[in-house]
Each structure stands twice: as C-alpha cells, then as structure tokens.
C-alpha cells in the first residue's frame, strides 16, 4: 500500500489519467511511433535525463528486463547504459532535428544558469504502466521536480527554444524509465506478467542529483551528450 502525499496524489491523478487514455485509444500527449530498427533510428531528439546509479540499473535489469525479455525477446529492452529518468524535453524527436546547433547553445546556457539553482529530489517509483508502444516504470517525486521543469520552460520560451512537445498536464509532472519498446502485439502471456510485476513492486525513494542535457534518439543511442550538472 502506497502512502502518497498531496502532491504525490495530484501526480497519480495525471497518471491514471494516462492510463486512461491509452485505454480509450484517446491520446492527447506526444509519443514516438515504433520502428524495427530502434538503435538506428535517426530521428532525435533534444532533451535532458538523469542517469540513474549503478544500483537502480542493476534492480531494474534483475526485476523487470531479463523476466520480460524471457517471455517476449522480440521487444527492444533498453541496456543499462540507455536507461534514463526523462528531466525536461526541449524538442520531440524527429528527423530532420527540430533544433540547431544555435539552439543548443541557447538551451545549454539556460540550463546550466537554472539547475544550479535546484536542490536535488526524490522519485517514489510505484507502478508499471503501458504505453501505446513502450514499458515505463512510473514514479511520483518531490515537488522540486514541478519546480525545475517549470523554471526552465520559461527561460526556454524567453531565448526562444520553447519545448515542442505535448503534455497531458502542464502541472504535476513526474519520473519514468522507459524499460521496453514493442515491436509487435503483446502477448496475453506477457500483459500478465507485466502486471504481476507492478503488483509486486517495491523501491526505495531513489534520489535525483544531476541533470544531463543530450541529444539523442529514443532510445539514447546517436547520442551527444552536451553537459551535465549537479543539483544543490
């Protein structure tokens, strides 16, 4: 049984609403469409992620990843190297880029004046949820995450490299880790066991303290990571 805070609840609310919509078939949030190939997909995309410590990698490798790539090894399933917790998304993913050598300046000097400015924050990672076309670990955090996110959507609007993509919410925001994206139907077999899984779940509020701004693909392979800063 989870306790959550007010915040926490506000942020399981937009989740839920997630699930819902995917449910209904009703997106109104960006998602990126499935290729066969995933580490060669030239479309990228501008973003900033935390790279999550060597013992979050390992217990997401051990409890998720190799459980599930037994069931369904067709699926792409993210290495330990490309499993990120998505920060702040600056442009979608696309190829051409929707962004400039120019822009990524900008960007850079935006972020390293704000996250300096941010303390470090927690993320309660709680539940699987599936997407139309990938696996994520869901979390709520700490309200500092709202914080930074909103902090830099506004000085990325005023250099004039506002975040391009679409939200469910423009409040309330919250941590994931994409595990897996499908390459074909799920099979029953495998639903269960995601679920089985969720169910069963249980992490240690795991602590945030660098934000890395890169470019990258989805799956954070032709990447160039641009810098990374640490939170107060």
Known sequence: MHIFSLHQEKQVEVIDQIEEQVKNSSLVFS????????????????TSVHLPHEGLLTKIQELFIRPLC???PEHYYYPSDSLHITIKNVKVINDPPHFTNEDVEKVKEVFSKVILTHTKFNVYFYR?????????????????????ILDL?????????????????????FGNITLAR????????YKNKIEEL???????PYTVDSVTLLSCNAVLKKRRIISTWNLK
């Open 128 to 148: 699987l949820l599936i997407f139309p076309n990938n696996l994520a670990l869901m979390g709520t955090t700490d309200p500092e995450l709202d914080s930074i």
């Open 182 to 189: 499908f390459r074909h139907p799920m099979s029953q077999k």
């Open 198 to 204: 969720s169910d069963s779940l249980s992490f240690d």
């Open 70 to 72: 037994n069931i369904s």
């Open 31 to 46: 998602t990126v469409s499935p290729v066969e190939d995933y580490e060669d997909d030239p479309r990228v995309c501008l």
């Open 153 to 173: 959507d506004k000085r990325l609007k005023e250099v004039g490299v506002p975040d391009d993509k679409q939200y469910i919410n423009s409040r309330y925001f």
